[in-house]
């Protein structure tokens, strides 16, 4: 089997949820009344768990930079995004400031989570996914940060509890494990339970934003604008992963974290900023248009930017 075909073959199944996701939805398995609850059930549980589960004992760590570099990369990435859409906004056809300022958002902020996590497993490593989660604090902070601020007018001040959630609190409590008591002291049914409740998060998760993305389908079809579309695979799929690769290439950080950066490389626009554009004064059409532009164009091109990352970065 070629590499492309092992790569697509990892990326697929993503997708694949995701329309399963879109699918119930339509068939009235999986209703909207459900989605409050379901989204506690994944982000409050089911994600802490599998992050327990991944980082507990994970020899990644016994490398000190893969603690502190990796959230600062995420966070770095998250804002490298931001001028490179701001260059392009003039020329979306958006008239509104809040529209602007929403593809602005939208566009600099990656699917950091559901898609490269299995991608990480499947391509790599457990000690990969581990550092991969730690990264994702900076993305987190950068996600509240820059949304609160340049969706709804908010001060960092009034929006940094956002960061403070499950998932961040279990990766500091796992590492703080890690280096006091250690994975040996941890009795063996309580780490059985948090693996078997952590292999639930992704496809749940995945099936949730595939059934969210099927509730705004009608927005995306009434909203104008293809520009948006256009301009936004352009800079989230075209410019920055060339940056990413970059930063990888000649950053002195470790192969887990060179490696979370190829992934994160090939990645399209995140599917929460619709949440947060609908929430919080943006505009989520928009919002909608650069995700779903983006994660179809991704079909082809996430293939071949991680395949061009191996090859570039890590040599593979």
């Known amino acids: 089997m070629s590499e492309f075909q092992t790569v697509l073959n990892a990326v697929l199944p993503i997708f694949a949820i995701a329309a399963v996701g879109a699918l119930v939805r339509q068939l009235n398995w999986l209703t909207s009344e459900a989605d409050a609850s379901l989204l506690r059930l994944t982000v409050n549980l089911l994600i802490p768990c599998l992050i327990f589960d991944s980082i507990l004992g994970n020899r990644a760590f016994d490398t000190r930079s893969n603690i502190f570099l990796p ?34 958002f939208s566009t600099a902020v990656y699917n950091y989570g559901y898609v490269p996590f299995p991608l990480a497993l499947s391509l790599f490593d457990k000690e990969t996914a581990a550092v991969l989660f730690v990264h994702n604090v900076g993305v987190e902070i950068a996600l509240w940060g820059f949304g609160m601020v340049m969706l709804s007018g908010a001060t960092f001040r009034e929006s940094w509890r956002k960061v403070l959630n499950p998932p961040l609190l279990m990766i500091l409590a796992t590492l703080g494990l890690n280096f006091t008591i250690g994975k040996e002291y941890i009795p063996v049914f309580a780490q059985t339970t948090a693996h078997m409740l952590g292999q639930c998060a992704i496809p749940f998760g995945v099936l949730l934003l595939g059934a969210i993305l099927a509730d ?33 290439k000649y950053i002195p950080a470790s192969l887990e974290l060179k490696r979370v950066i190829v992934l994160q490389a090939a990645m399209p626009a995140a599917v929460f900023p619709v949440v947060m554009a609908k929430h919080y004064g943006g505009d989520a059409p928009t919002a909608l248009r650069v995700v779903l532009a983006t994660s179809l164009i991704g079909l082809i091109t996430i293939p071949l930017w991680i395949r061009a990352g191996m090859h570039y970065v890590l040599g593979g």
Not at 71 to 98: C, N
Not at 222 to 246: H, T
């Open 71 to 104: 959230p600062l990369i995420g966070f770095g990435t998250v804002a490298l995004g931001i001028p490179l859409a701001m260059a392009v906004q003039r020329f979306t056809g958006l008239s509104e400031d809040r529209s602007r300022r929403t593809f602005v």
């Open 216 to 248: 705004h389908a009608h927005e995306f079809r009434a909203a104008r604008g293809g520009r948006v579309a256009v301009l936004s695979s352009l800079v989230r799929l075209g410019v920055l992963p060339v940056l990413f690769l970059l930063i990888a």
